[in-house]
Protein backbone atom coordinates (compact mmCIF):
# COMPACT_ATOMS: atom_id res chain seq x y z
CA UNK A 1 0.00 0.00 0.00
CA UNK A 2 1.49 3.79 -0.61
CA UNK A 3 0.94 6.85 1.13
CA UNK A 4 -0.86 8.14 -1.53
CA UNK A 5 -3.80 5.59 -1.04
CA UNK A 6 -4.17 7.06 2.60
CA UNK A 7 -3.64 10.54 1.13
CA UNK A 8 -6.85 10.68 -0.93
CA UNK A 9 -9.10 8.10 1.32
CA UNK A 10 -8.70 11.02 3.51
CA UNK A 11 -9.53 14.06 1.24
CA UNK A 12 -12.38 11.93 0.21
CA UNK A 13 -13.85 11.10 3.31
CA UNK A 14 -13.02 14.07 5.22
CA UNK A 15 -11.99 17.01 2.95
CA UNK A 16 -8.59 17.19 4.49
CA UNK A 17 -5.18 18.33 2.27
CA UNK A 18 -1.93 17.02 3.91
CA UNK A 19 0.03 20.11 5.57
CA UNK A 20 3.75 19.85 5.79
CA UNK A 21 4.72 21.21 9.27
CA UNK A 22 8.56 20.67 9.04
CA UNK A 23 10.85 22.72 6.82
CA UNK A 24 13.59 20.37 7.33
CA UNK A 25 11.52 17.10 6.49
CA UNK A 26 9.48 17.85 3.75
CA UNK A 27 7.84 14.53 3.57
CA UNK A 28 6.28 14.23 7.03
CA UNK A 29 2.53 15.29 6.31
CA UNK A 30 -0.07 15.81 8.67
CA UNK A 31 -3.77 15.59 8.76
CA UNK A 32 -5.44 18.05 11.02
CA UNK A 33 -9.13 18.71 11.87
CA UNK A 34 -10.65 21.73 10.61
CA UNK A 35 -12.05 22.94 13.79
CA UNK A 36 -9.56 22.17 16.35
CA UNK A 37 -6.26 22.09 14.29
CA UNK A 38 -5.43 18.87 15.82
CA UNK A 39 -3.29 16.16 14.11
CA UNK A 40 -4.72 12.70 13.63
CA UNK A 41 -2.39 11.04 11.40
CA UNK A 42 1.06 11.63 10.43
CA UNK A 43 2.78 10.07 7.27
CA UNK A 44 6.35 9.49 7.41
CA UNK A 45 9.12 7.61 5.22
CA UNK A 46 11.10 6.04 8.38
CA UNK A 47 14.24 3.60 7.68
CA UNK A 48 13.17 -0.21 9.30
CA UNK A 49 16.06 -0.39 11.59
CA UNK A 50 14.52 2.44 13.42
CA UNK A 51 11.55 0.65 13.23
CA UNK A 52 12.93 -2.59 14.90
CA UNK A 53 13.07 -4.26 11.65
CA UNK A 54 16.54 -5.21 10.81
CA UNK A 55 16.40 -3.59 7.41
CA UNK A 56 17.57 -0.21 6.12
CA UNK A 57 14.80 0.07 3.49
CA UNK A 58 12.69 3.04 3.77
CA UNK A 59 9.42 2.19 4.87
CA UNK A 60 5.71 4.78 4.57
CA UNK A 61 4.04 4.90 7.82
CA UNK A 62 1.59 6.48 9.55
CA UNK A 63 1.33 7.32 13.28
CA UNK A 64 -2.54 7.18 14.45
CA UNK A 65 -3.99 7.92 17.87
CA UNK A 66 -5.57 5.23 19.30
CA UNK A 67 -7.32 6.21 23.27
CA UNK A 68 -8.91 2.94 24.18
CA UNK A 69 -5.40 1.15 25.86
CA UNK A 70 -6.80 -2.40 25.73
CA UNK A 71 -8.05 -1.85 21.95
CA UNK A 72 -4.03 -0.43 21.40
CA UNK A 73 -2.28 -3.04 23.27
CA UNK A 74 -4.28 -5.58 20.87
CA UNK A 75 -3.52 -3.36 17.41
CA UNK A 76 0.33 -3.56 18.24
CA UNK A 77 0.62 -7.66 18.40
CA UNK A 78 -0.47 -7.69 14.96
CA UNK A 79 2.03 -7.64 12.22
CA UNK A 80 2.67 -4.17 10.67
CA UNK A 81 1.29 -2.35 13.63
CA UNK A 82 4.02 -0.83 16.09
CA UNK A 83 3.78 1.74 19.09
CA UNK A 84 4.38 4.62 18.01
CA UNK A 85 7.73 5.82 16.18
CA UNK A 86 8.59 9.84 17.52
CA UNK A 87 5.11 10.00 19.52
CA UNK A 88 3.77 9.29 22.75
CA UNK A 89 4.09 5.30 23.18
CA UNK A 90 0.87 4.97 25.24
CA UNK A 91 -1.78 7.06 23.32
CA UNK A 92 -0.24 6.79 19.51
CA UNK A 93 0.39 3.62 17.33
CA UNK A 94 2.61 3.34 13.71
CA UNK A 95 1.06 1.64 11.09
CA UNK A 96 3.31 0.23 8.23
CA UNK A 97 2.01 1.40 4.68
CA UNK A 98 4.17 -1.40 2.58
CA UNK A 99 1.04 -3.39 2.52
CA UNK A 100 1.54 -5.31 5.40
CA UNK A 101 -1.66 -3.89 7.02
CA UNK A 102 -4.67 -4.58 4.45
CA UNK A 103 -5.76 -1.20 3.44
CA UNK A 104 -9.25 -1.79 4.82
CA UNK A 105 -8.02 -1.63 8.37
CA UNK A 106 -5.94 0.91 7.83
CA UNK A 107 -8.80 3.04 6.45
CA UNK A 108 -10.42 2.04 9.92
CA UNK A 109 -7.87 3.16 12.33
CA UNK A 110 -7.44 6.43 10.56
CA UNK A 111 -11.54 6.71 10.86
CA UNK A 112 -10.54 5.65 15.15
CA UNK A 113 -7.88 8.16 15.33
CA UNK A 114 -10.08 11.09 13.63
CA UNK A 115 -12.33 10.04 16.27
CA UNK A 116 -10.27 10.10 19.24
CA UNK A 117 -8.97 13.62 18.35
CA UNK A 118 -11.49 15.39 17.15
CA UNK A 119 -13.41 18.31 19.50
CA UNK A 120 -15.63 18.03 22.25
CA UNK A 121 -18.50 19.84 19.98
CA UNK A 122 -17.68 17.42 17.24
CA UNK A 123 -17.70 14.35 19.37
CA UNK A 124 -20.98 15.07 20.90
CA UNK A 125 -22.49 15.93 17.18
CA UNK A 126 -21.44 12.93 16.11
CA UNK A 127 -22.80 10.82 18.83
CA UNK A 128 -25.70 8.29 18.38
CA UNK A 129 -29.17 9.12 19.63
CA UNK A 130 -29.37 9.06 23.40
CA UNK A 131 -32.63 8.35 25.59
CA UNK A 132 -33.41 10.35 28.52
CA UNK A 133 -35.68 10.90 31.64
CA UNK A 134 -36.44 14.13 32.12
CA UNK A 135 -38.70 15.51 35.22
CA UNK A 136 -41.85 18.18 34.96
CA UNK A 137 -43.10 19.60 37.65
CA UNK A 138 -47.14 20.24 37.66
CA UNK A 139 -46.73 23.22 40.03
CA UNK A 140 -45.09 24.46 37.34
CA UNK A 141 -46.34 23.47 34.25
CA UNK A 142 -49.18 21.71 32.88
CA UNK A 143 -47.71 19.74 30.77
CA UNK A 144 -50.97 17.13 30.55
CA UNK A 145 -52.81 20.16 29.51
CA UNK A 146 -50.37 20.81 26.29
CA UNK A 147 -50.39 17.48 25.34
CA UNK A 148 -54.01 18.07 24.88
CA UNK A 149 -53.68 20.66 23.12
CA UNK A 150 -50.81 19.94 20.57
CA UNK A 151 -48.61 16.81 20.05
CA UNK A 152 -45.37 19.22 19.89
CA UNK A 153 -43.85 21.44 22.46
CA UNK A 154 -41.42 23.79 23.23
CA UNK A 155 -39.24 22.43 26.81
CA UNK A 156 -36.55 23.69 28.65
CA UNK A 157 -33.16 22.44 26.97
CA UNK A 158 -31.24 20.12 29.64
CA UNK A 159 -27.67 19.87 29.21
CA UNK A 160 -26.22 17.11 26.39
CA UNK A 161 -29.60 16.53 24.75
CA UNK A 162 -29.77 17.23 21.04
CA UNK A 163 -31.96 16.47 18.09
CA UNK A 164 -32.70 13.13 17.14
CA UNK A 165 -32.95 12.25 21.29
CA UNK A 166 -35.45 10.37 22.73
CA UNK A 167 -37.19 12.01 25.93
CA UNK A 168 -39.50 10.20 28.47
CA UNK A 169 -41.20 12.92 31.04
CA UNK A 170 -41.83 12.39 34.36
CA UNK A 171 -44.34 13.67 36.02
CA UNK A 172 -44.00 14.61 39.54
CA UNK A 173 -46.32 14.53 42.76
CA UNK A 174 -48.80 14.07 42.95
CA UNK A 175 -48.93 11.71 39.54
CA UNK A 176 -45.12 10.47 40.20
CA UNK A 177 -45.16 8.34 37.07
CA UNK A 178 -43.33 8.75 33.49
CA UNK A 179 -46.58 9.35 31.05
CA UNK A 180 -44.80 10.56 27.54
CA UNK A 181 -42.03 9.40 25.49
CA UNK A 182 -40.99 11.87 23.14
CA UNK A 183 -38.54 12.94 20.34
CA UNK A 184 -36.41 15.65 20.24
CA UNK A 185 -36.75 17.56 17.20
CA UNK A 186 -35.11 20.44 17.51
CA UNK A 187 -32.74 22.36 19.86
CA UNK A 188 -30.81 25.39 20.90
CA UNK A 189 -33.75 27.86 20.27
CA UNK A 190 -32.68 31.14 22.27
CA UNK A 191 -34.72 31.98 25.57
CA UNK A 192 -33.60 33.62 28.17
CA UNK A 193 -36.22 33.23 31.61
CA UNK A 194 -35.55 33.34 35.22
CA UNK A 195 -37.55 33.24 38.66
CA UNK A 196 -37.10 32.39 41.93
CA UNK A 197 -37.37 28.51 41.58
CA UNK A 198 -36.99 28.59 37.48
CA UNK A 199 -33.92 29.74 34.97
CA UNK A 200 -33.85 28.72 31.14
CA UNK A 201 -31.25 29.88 28.52
CA UNK A 202 -32.11 27.52 25.61
CA UNK A 203 -35.34 25.61 24.38
CA UNK A 204 -35.93 22.39 22.53
CA UNK A 205 -38.80 21.24 20.62
CA UNK A 206 -40.32 17.83 22.02
CA UNK A 207 -42.83 15.81 19.93
CA UNK A 208 -45.28 13.45 21.20
CA UNK A 209 -44.91 9.72 20.08
CA UNK A 210 -46.53 7.81 23.01
CA UNK A 211 -48.78 8.22 26.14
CA UNK A 212 -48.37 5.62 28.92
CA UNK A 213 -50.97 5.05 31.82
CA UNK A 214 -49.86 6.74 34.90
CA UNK A 215 -50.13 3.32 36.95
CA UNK A 216 -47.57 1.54 34.75
CA UNK A 217 -44.29 3.26 35.29
CA UNK A 218 -44.75 4.95 38.62
CA UNK A 219 -42.17 6.35 41.00
CA UNK A 220 -42.33 2.98 43.02
CA UNK A 221 -42.15 0.80 39.88
CA UNK A 222 -38.33 2.81 38.78
CA UNK A 223 -37.37 2.54 42.34
CA UNK A 224 -38.24 -1.14 42.98
CA UNK A 225 -37.84 -2.52 39.63
CA UNK A 226 -35.30 -0.62 37.65
CA UNK A 227 -33.18 1.16 40.55
CA UNK A 228 -34.13 4.98 39.94
CA UNK A 229 -34.67 6.95 43.32
CA UNK A 230 -34.38 10.21 42.11
CA UNK A 231 -35.56 12.09 38.92
CA UNK A 232 -34.37 15.85 39.98
CA UNK A 233 -33.06 16.54 36.43
CA UNK A 234 -31.89 14.66 32.64
CA UNK A 235 -30.70 11.15 33.46
CA UNK A 236 -30.00 8.26 31.45
CA UNK A 237 -32.14 5.11 31.40
CA UNK A 238 -31.35 1.85 32.25
CA UNK A 239 -31.64 -0.45 29.43
CA UNK A 240 -33.95 -2.56 31.07
CA UNK A 241 -36.24 0.14 31.65
CA UNK A 242 -36.05 1.30 27.88
CA UNK A 243 -37.05 -2.58 26.84
CA UNK A 244 -40.07 -2.21 29.11
CA UNK A 245 -41.17 1.07 27.86
CA UNK A 246 -41.05 0.02 24.35
CA UNK A 247 -42.97 -2.95 24.72
Request: charged letters at 30%; proline letters at 5%; one cysteine or more.
Amino acid sequence: MQDQEVIDYIRSQYGIEPDHPFEKYPEIASFRHKDNRKWFGLIMLVSGVKLGLGTAAVIPVINLKIDDPVFRDILIQQPGIIRAYHMNKNQWITVFLDGTVKKERVFDLIDASYRATASKKKKQADRPAKEWIIPSNPKYYDVIKAFEESDEIDWKQGAGIRTGDTIYLYVGAPISAILYKCRVTETDIPYNYQDRNLTIKALMKIKLLRKYDKKEFTFKVLNDEYGIFAVRGPRGVPFSLIEALNQ
